[in-house]
């Protein structure tokens, strides 16, 4: 015969998610529609902006001119704008620099920061210790304007491409990020490669590196980001237009809303002008392919990369 245990005293049965609606569960069908209409609100507010960016720069003139300002979807869309702003001028060379100090920039801090990462897991390498205490006092100690300023001109580095990428090549937060899983890779691992005769090299490269794709892969799209989205050192240290990163004519002519001449665009002889609305929107739009692009193929990587090193124990 089978008998039921008394309920212990004071013990309660499953608790009831709190609604925000009254006499609504989170699960309930009313309660997912408030809570999808409110997505799609938001998604519509994102959405939007880039939607009328887009539109803008595929519109001609008179439809700027119709709806005056931005057009949200072009009855007749035109690449005029793109045309005149890629086959020559000021906004096809930004591009061409922007590309190369991003590729070459991203490199060198990749190449850099894994070395200094790697050197820095390695307990008992060669000033380990002071290396390290200096990298974190980087982070709390950020040199101002005018020194950072005196430091470049006095390497000689004032109008050169490489003032806008020696400055910034190693970032303290992502050598640390590198160094913490590096310092995951199991100890036996490392030791067995030792034994049979591997350098620090070919430890790095053949065991390391292969295991750390993600956070290679997320450093590498933190620094891609920062070098293309970099305007700041180009407007301090680059006196010469035809040398600006596409940030920078970005915000010469978006942001702060200068016009764009004939001689800084390339058109058909006896055409006329993109409107302004159109070659700013496209420049915009120009600005931020690449890094949408290449975002997806990295996104996978993105919270594992990210939450390496946060959570110990």
Not at 88 to 95: E, R
Not at 143 to 155: D, E, N
Request: proline fraction near 7%.
């Amino acid at each position: 015969m089978t008998t039921l245990s008394p309920a212990r005293p004071g013990r309660r049965g499953p608790r009831r998610a709190y609604s925000a609606v009254p006499g609504e569960t989170p699960g309930s069908l009313p309660w997912r529609s408030v809570k999808s209409l409110i997505l799609l609100l938001c998604v519509i507010l994102v959405v939007l902006p880039f939607v009328a960016i887009v539109s803008t720069s595929l519109a001609d003139s008179a439809e700027v001119t119709k709806a005056g300002g931005y057009v949200l979807w072009p009855d007749h869309p035109t690449l005029t704008a793109y045309q005149a702003l890629l086959n020559g001028g000021i906004v096809s060379k930004a591009m061409l620099v922007s590309v190369g100090i991003t590729v070459v920039g991203t490199a060198l801090s990749l190449v850099s920061s894994i070395m200094l990462a790697y050197g820095l897991s390695r307990p008992g390498s060669f000033g380990h210790k002071p290396v390290l205490l200096m990298l974190l006092m980087s982070m709390l100690f950020v040199p101002g304007v005018i020194p950072s300023y005196l430091m470049v001109k006095q390497l000689g580095l004032i109008n050169s491409y490489w003032s806008l990428i020696l400055p910034t090549m190693i970032n303290a937060f992502n050598v640390i990020v590198l160094r913490s899983f590096f310092m995951s890779v199991p100890k036996e691992l490392i030791d067995s490669a030792r034994i049979d005769g591997a350098s620090e090299l070919n430890i790095l490269t053949r065991i390391v590196l292969p295991l750390s794709k993600a956070s290679v892969a997320v450093i590498g799209l933190f620094y891609a980001v920062t070098y293309w989205n970099a305007f700041f050192n180009a407007l301090l240290y680059i006196n010469d237009a035809s040398k600006w990163p596409m940030q920078l004519v970005l915000r010469t002519y978006v942001v702060n809303n200068a016009a764009l001449s004939g001689g800084q665009v390339d058109v058909a002889a006896g055409a006329p002008l993109p409107p302004a609305q159109s070659l700013q929107a496209a420049i915009l739009v120009l600005s931020i392919v690449p890094i949408v692009v290449i975002y997806p193929f990295l996104q996978r990587h993105m919270n594992k990369g990210v939450m390496i090193g946060a959570v110990k124990g």
